[in-house]
Nanobody, 128 residues
């Protein structure tokens, strides 16, 4: 079992920055931690993924603007977001997968059904 708690959301002007944090606890250690975002009427979208071994994957629209990293021996996963745009407005959710294999390879990491554990989310609002 993995328990995830997100923090760091809020409102920011266009072009601003935010840092999101996802704290993981429980009896199992994630092999993959991902940040997803969701808005009403749209499918949940992965924006950044990090593996236990440090590999990182990003959704195309956030490449060069968002950075995923980990600290505290991998128990905290950070998402640094820069040059935020109104279209980045969403509920941001942290997700974890404890299984070590990922069918579908790198693209598989973007699929929300691959993640068994989810946090409650933190709202990010970018004001135009």
């Amino acid at each position: 079992q993995v328990h995830l708690v997100e923090s760091g959301g809020g409102s920011v002007q266009t072009g601003g920055s935010l840092r999101l944090s996802c704290a993981a606890s429980g009896s199992a250690s994630p092999n993959y931690v991902a940040w997803f975002r969701q808005t009403i009427g749209k499918e949940r979208e992965a924006v950044a993924i990090i593996t236990k071994h440090g590999a990182r994957f990003y959704e195309d629209s956030v490449k060069g603007r968002f950075t995923i990293s980990q600290e505290d021996a991998g128990t905290v996963t950070l998402l640094d977001m820069h040059r935020l745009q109104p279209e980045d407005t969403a509920m941001y959710l942290c997700a974890a997968r404890t299984l070590s294999y990922m069918d579908g390879g790198a693209r598989g990491t973007f699929d929300p059904v691959k993640y068994a554990y989810w946090g409650q989310g933190t709202q990010v609002t970018v004001l135009s």
